[in-house]
């Protein structure tokens, strides 16, 4: 999630996009905040569907986003739920015991697919305490994930060294996704080297982003996957506008151009790779 907090109700202002050509395979938009939309979710899903994605990950920040991410889930066939406290949540000390106690009881509900989003962010989040309380909770979401068999969904940002030592240390689950991957090429090559997943958003579409491209490039098929991050992250041509997950075509398309690949095989292998990671 990359707004200017965690809480519900953000917005983007503007109207938005126009539907962008459809995608000649179905896919998912891997990780997304329904409840930050301000669009009916029945409304977001036909959207999404009228340009081949079919299925949406929604993610929780916090107990009220967690609990909101399972019951629409549980409500509707194409929407799975991720839920976790975010590292800013942590940083402020809401990664009470209570709280953690009722993030696992979440995870372990069906239509829950993943733990997140999780992790560290030494962006918003300074002074030393504030980053003991993100690392404590981070370690404990990556027990839930292992515990409840989800995918470990983390958020990084400006912590890729912590991240990767923690994640070491604590010992990844099988299925680990890094949204909104921000790290350059190298980065890229030593998290493919562990197995890890690498979910792209908006962001790569910008014209500052060369390195999140090069990243791209050297990610392997199997590792990648694209997501919206909505209502944030909007790609280009429309940077600044809300997003919703029938614009993932328009970052797949540019991360297939970046790639020198079709970007219909594309589709196809970050689908596989979404059915693969959340067991769906």
């Known amino acids: 999630m990359t707004s200017s907090g965690t809480g519900r109700g953000a917005t983007r202002r503007g109207d938005p996009p126009p539907a962008p050509e459809p995608l000649p395979v179905a896919v998912w938009d891997s990780h997304c905040h329904l409840d930050l939309m301000g669009t009916p979710v029945e409304e977001v899903l036909a959207a999404g569907r009228a340009v081949g994605v079919e299925r949406v990950v929604t993610i929780g920040v916090d107990l009220e986003s967690s609990r909101y991410a399972a019951d629409v889930a549980a409500a509707h ?3 799975l739920a991720a839920v976790a406290l975010h590292p ?27 733990v997140g ?11 030393e305490e504030g980053r003991r309380a993100q690392e404590e909770s981070f370690r404990r979401h990556i027990a839930i994930a292992k515990k409840t068999g989800c995918a470990l969904v983390i958020h990084d940002r400006d912590a890729h060294d912590d991240v990767l030592r923690v994640l070491g240390e604590e010992g990844a689950p099988e299925r680990t996704v890094f949204h909104c991957f921000s790290g350059d090429a190298t980065m890229a090559r030593v998290c493919a080297d562990r197995g890890y997943v690498l979910s792209f958003a908006g962001n790569v579409t910008f014209k500052n982003a ?3 491209r090069e990243a791209a490039q050297v990610t392997p098929r199997d590792l990648l996957l694209v997501e919206t991050d909505a209502p ?6 429309h940077r600044g506008a809300p997003n919703a997950p029938y614009l993932v075509p328009l970052t797949l398309r540019a991360l297939a151009e ?7 095989a594309l589709g196809e292998a970050v689908a596989a790779t979404s059915r693969r990671i959340f067991h769906a």
């Open 117 to 127: 989003e999780t992790g560290l962010d030494h962006f918003r989040t300074e002074g």
């Open 88 to 114: 800013n949540e942590a940083g402020a000390f809401a990664a009470t015991e209570e709280a953690l106690d009722e993030i696992a009881r979440l995870a372990a509900l069906p239509q829950v697919v993943a």
């Open 210 to 212: 060369g390195g999140l």
């Open 77 to 79: 066939p194409d929407v």
């Open 258 to 264: 970046v790639r020198g690949e079709d970007a219909g």
């Open 232 to 237: 944030f992250l909007t790609p280009m041509p």
